[in-house]
């Protein structure tokens, strides 16, 4: 029999230890600590196209906050994309990476830029490039990914490989000209689009199709449905809402207890 202990270690302790206690434990012929659970790279994409309502926008930013905010930890990357004719043209990214108190500021810095700096463009006559957002996706996942082989087969020792999480809080209407990359869009890679209307469904559905995203890699939620989904978003990844961070936010004041 084998025990599985998970221990917080150091960011400069990723290795995994084997220590062989034979008769420690009654029945146990060894017990594994290993390290913290994977780093996530985060994408987010904020549609800010005129043709989205003013309070599904600013429903937007608080679904940002419940869905990845309230759930970032040390070791993560956050990547900040505005939906608009080019999604690459204007990209915010973060990296966290201090103590408890530090990880909260840092969390605090990244929503307000969120409230404050991602804004709808007035008079906005261009196209919704989803596609684009996507393209960024995959294009960095890839070259991230060969990097990493790259390195191994020179004898690198690398840390465990990041998560890989994209979401997307738009309308669903890819309107107009859409980029479309032929990188592959890896198979344990999530997508979830937060406030798809129902009848740009079936447009936002074969993009992602053309995109090559698998059908079950993807998750069109309706704004009515944003509560009940956030409930149980994340818990694959480890990755449950952090009420402390959470009311951090809310209240633009670090809170660490509970951390």
């Known amino acids: 029999m084998k025990r599985i202990i998970q221990l917080r270690l150091s960011r400069r302790l990723r290795l995994v230890f084997v220590i062989l206690l034979s008769g420690l434990l009654p029945g146990c012929e060894n017990i594994e600590i290993s390290a913290p659970p994977p780093s996530i790279v985060w994408f987010i994409g904020f549609d800010v196209t ?59 810095e990244i929503d307000k830029y969120i409230q404050d700096e991602i804004q709808q463009s007035a008079n906005y006559r261009g196209t919704t490039n989803i596609g684009g957002f996507l393209t960024f996706v995959k294009r960095n996942i890839s070259e991230s ?95 449950p809402l952090n009420e402390p961070i959470l009311k951090s936010i809310e209240t633009k004041k670090v809170h660490t207890g509970g951390l």
């Open 50 to 108: 005129t043709s989205i309502p003013a309070n599904e926008f600013a429903e937007y930013k608080n679904i940002a906050r419940k869905a990845v905010l309230s759930r970032l930890k040390n070791r993560d990357n956050v990547h900040i994309l505005l939906i608009d004719s080019d999604p690459e043209d204007n990209i915010k990214s973060f990296i966290l990476n201090s103590g408890r108190t530090g990880l909260v500021e840092k969390i605090l």
């Open 145 to 239: 990914r060969n990097e990493r082989a790259n390195a191994t087969a020179k004898g690198a020792t690398l840390t465990a490989e990041p998560l890989y999480v994209a979401l997307l809080l738009t309308d669903g209407h890819p309107d107009g000209e859409q980029t479309n990359s032929g990188a592959e869009w890896h198979d344990d890679i999530h997508l979830s689009a937060w406030g798809v209307h129902d009848r740009h469904a079936p447009a936002m559905l074969s993009l992602c199709q053309r995109s090559g995203i698998p059908e079950k890699n993807l998750q069109l939620v309706r704004l009515i449905d944003a509560g009940l989904r956030l409930e149980n978003f994340g818990l694959e990844w480890n990755r």
